[in-house]
């Protein structure tokens, strides 16, 4: 006795059905012609959609059978998309973890010369760069994260969209936001050289180069969440006499505390890996300098950089150098952001936890 709700329907995991048989299918053809792994890889996917879509117009329909098609493509969309990170993540996380122990974090990196017996130890550490990622990345925020806030406040709460002076700063954030790296380290280098002098290689001058990068993606960020925050707020709070300026910090920030967070997040995620203006702006160097405003800097970015273009004379020591500041990097990051989860839900409304 068949079942009338199951009647015209194939079986619940039919995609994988048909997947492994795609797969099986298009090996024994290729292996037939040449086995490639790119070719495998699409040739299986033509299968698989051909497959899938004849199957589902016998047993079902042709509605049903282009759901079936289109929610197929949209998996392998996504899947080539996250392909990238995947191989990126394995790459880095194989050739780093095994340079990535507490004496590579503690201690300075550099060549040591004996003069005894006359040869030149390269010692492997990523301390001095450590330190120079965390406070030119830190100083870059405290710059840009006041003047990113503030300027969304203006721009959603105070000022009128026809202002000119409104018009005028979302025109300039546009254009901040599609300024190459490299020009904000060659403006940063500029304006440092133009105060200082010449070879003027700072950890602050890299920090304003990172801040012209961050402000645009903060205001972005910020503008959109504090839209977000229903008007009825802040008109229930107009209506009991709280001014503007209250309602700003006891209503619409801490309900997008959340969102402004996470777009704090995005930026520094987006220029803690920057190489290029710190490169510029504030060199590379194998000592240890924690001082921001006088001599180079080592980040671990320009430390992964320099590890591969410009190794020492142990080239094998230098890259192993590199991978392992590349997975320390990404360490940082992902660190930063569970912290900034944590902050976000801890200062969220009630509501919203």
Do not use: H
């Given at each position: 006795?068949?079942?009338?709700?199951?009647?015209?329907?194939?079986?619940?995991?039919?995609?994988?059905?048909?997947?492994?048989?795609a797969l099986v299918i298009s090996a024994g053809a290729l292996?037939?012609?040449?086995?490639?792994?790119?070719?495998?890889?699409?040739?299986?996917?033509?299968?698989?959609?051909?497959?899938?879509?004849?199957?589902?117009?016998?047993?079902?329909?042709?509605?049903?059978?282009?759901?079936?098609?289109?929610?197929?493509?949209?998996?392998?969309?996504?899947?080539?998309?996250?392909?990238?990170?995947?191989?990126?993540?394995?790459?880095?996380?194989?050739?780093?973890?095994?340079?990535?122990?507490?004496?590579?974090?503690?201690?300075?990196?550099?060549?040591?010369?004996?003069?005894?017996?006359?040869?030149?130890?390269?010692?492997?550490?990523?301390?001095?760069?450590?330190?120079?990622?965390?406070?030119?990345?830190?100083?870059?925020?405290?710059?840009?994260?006041?003047?990113?806030?503030?300027?969304?406040?203006?721009?959603?709460?105070?000022?009128?969209?026809?202002?000119?002076?409104?018009?005028?700063?979302?025109?300039?954030?546009?254009?901040?936001?599609?300024?190459?790296?490299?020009?904000?380290?060659?403006?940063?280098?500029?304006?440092?050289?133009?105060?200082?002098?010449?070879?003027?290689?700072?950890?602050?001058?890299?920090?304003?180069?990172?801040?012209?990068?961050?402000?645009?993606?903060?205001?972005?960020?910020?503008?959109?969440?504090?839209?977000?925050?229903?008007?009825?707020?802040?008109?229930?709070?107009?209506?009991?006499?709280?001014?503007?300026?209250?309602?700003?910090?006891?209503?619409?920030?801490?309900?997008?505390?959340?969102?402004?967070?996470?777009?704090?997040?995005?930026?520094?995620?987006?220029?803690?890996?920057?190489?290029?203006?710190?490169?510029?702006?504030?060199?590379?160097?194998?000592?240890?300098?924690?001082?921001?405003?006088?001599?180079?800097?080592?980040?671990?970015?320009?430390?992964?950089?320099?590890?591969?273009?410009?190794?020492?004379?142990?080239?094998?020591?230098?890259?192993?150098?590199?991978?392992?500041?590349?997975?320390?990097?990404?360490?940082?990051?992902?660190?930063?952001?569970?912290?900034?989860?944590?902050?976000?839900?801890i200062f969220a409304p009630k509501g919203a936890r």
């Amino acid at each position: 006795m068949t079942n009338a709700l199951t009647t015209g329907q194939l079986p619940r995991f039919v995609e994988f059905y048909v997947l492994a048989g795609a797969l099986v299918i298009s090996a024994g053809a290729l292996l037939l012609m040449g086995f490639n792994w790119g070719g495998w890889i699409f040739v299986s996917i033509i299968v698989y959609l051909i497959g899938l879509a004849a199957l589902s117009t016998v047993a079902e329909n042709r509605r049903k059978a282009v759901d079936r098609i289109v929610r197929s493509l949209v998996t392998i969309a996504f899947l080539l998309a996250i392909a990238p990170l995947i191989s990126t993540l394995y790459t880095v996380t194989a050739k780093g973890i095994g340079q990535l122990n507490w004496a590579f974090i503690s201690q300075t990196g550099g060549a040591v010369f004996n003069a005894e017996t006359l040869k030149v130890t390269v010692t492997s550490g990523a301390l001095q760069a450590i330190v120079g990622t965390l406070e030119i990345t830190g100083i870059a925020a405290l710059m840009s994260i006041p003047i990113g806030i503030l300027t969304s406040i203006y721009l959603v709460e105070y000022a009128q969209p026809q202002q000119w002076m409104a018009r005028t700063v979302t025109f300039l954030v546009d254009v901040m936001t599609g300024i190459p790296s490299i020009v904000a380290g060659l403006f940063a280098f500029a304006l440092s050289t133009l105060i200082v002098g010449p070879k003027a290689f700072s950890g602050f001058s890299a920090s304003v180069a990172l801040s012209v990068l961050m402000i645009p993606i903060i205001v972005r960020a910020c503008e959109e969440m504090l839209k977000l925050v229903p008007n009825d707020l802040r008109e229930a709070s107009f209506a009991l006499g709280v001014s503007r300026f209250s309602t700003i910090v006891k209503i619409v920030l801490p309900t997008a505390i959340a969102g402004i967070i996470t777009g704090v997040m995005l930026a520094i995620a987006r220029v803690i890996g920057e190489t290029a203006p710190i490169f510029i702006a504030a060199s590379f160097t194998d000592n240890f300098n924690s001082n921001p405003f006088s001599g180079p800097m080592q980040t671990l970015p320009v430390l992964a950089y320099t590890g591969y273009k410009f190794p020492s004379q142990d080239i094998a020591a230098s890259n192993a150098s590199a991978w392992g500041a590349a997975l320390l990097l990404i360490l940082i990051v992902v660190i930063l952001n569970i912290v900034a989860r944590i902050i976000a839900r801890i200062f969220a409304p009630k509501g919203a936890r």
